[in-house]
């Protein structure tokens, strides 16, 4: 069972190291690692998974364009200069490793924005879903170099998200109050004399025709015996 608390902590360290030259490898394992924590957290695997395949085509893309380039740097072609762009034996060659970086950054931020948006919905953090479209606007721009500044951007707000991971994911509807429901009071009715006295039986004086309780001995306004 994953633990957002170890995710709040590698993801952050992980998104600090980032920044330091030479151990930046080593920050994004950590980013990865934490992914996989709140994957397991939050139980949806698909996190880690689409986390796991940007990492995958993030290196893939790497390892296409370090050979092109060891390949473009070595061959006799370059022996006029490596900066020689101008001739056309050289600039296609660098056209082919920009073009692979280029497509395998969106492809990688395609998949990285796809985590992000869910690990987002899933502990309400909008710093994931910022930094996941901010990585995929940057890899866009590489291009045209403003895309770098961009994914500088999206770094920052990778280590903002995961430093703002609480230790307990919330619960569903945790933003919503509570309803409850009041039932009108009761008011109480009044007992009909039916209830509250019973029918008392009667009769009638023979002699002056009083009415008489039915126990009667003796007629009240006459006094004659009742029989």
């Known amino acids: 069972m ?3 608390s170890s995710a709040k902590t590698l993801g952050g360290v992980g998104g600090i190291l980032v920044f330091v030259p030479g151990i930046s490898l080593v920050g994004w394992i950590l980013i990865l690692l934490a992914t996989k924590e709140i994957s397991e957290s939050v139980q949806d695997k698909t996190i880690f998974d689409d986390a796991l395949l940007a990492a995958i085509t993030a290196v893939i893309g790497a390892v296409i364009g370090a050979v092109l380039f060891v390949g473009f740097l070595f061959s006799p072609r370059s022996s006029v200069g490596f900066f020689a762009f101008g001739t056309p034996a050289l600039f296609l060659p660098f056209l082919v490793i920009l073009g692979a970086f280029w497509a395998f950054s969106i492809i990688s ?3 990285l924005k796809r985590s992000y ?3 987002s ?3 309400n953090l909008n ?3 910022t ?3 901010l990585y995929l606007i940057g890899a866009a721009l590489t291009i045209v170099l403003v895309g770098f500044l961009i994914l500088l951007i999206a770094l920052i707000f990778q280590v903002v998200a995961y430093f703002s991971i609480q230790d307990r994911p919330p619960t569903p509807g945790w933003s919503q109050p509570s309803q409850q429901t009041f039932a009108p009071p009761v ?4 007992a009909t004399s039916s209830q509250q006295q019973p029918p008392v039986e009667s009769k009638f004086c023979f002699k002056c025709g009083a009415k008489l309780p039915i126990v009667a001995v003796f ?3 006459c006094g004659a015996k009742q029989s």
């Open 2 to 4: 994953g633990s957002l």
């Open 109 to 111: 931020a395609i998949f």
């Open 117 to 119: 948006e869910k690990i």
């Open 121 to 123: 919905q899933r502990l």
């Open 127 to 129: 710093a994931f879903a």
């Open 131 to 133: 930094a996941g479209l």
């Open 187 to 190: 008011t109480p009715q009044p």
């Open 219 to 221: 007629c009240t306004s």
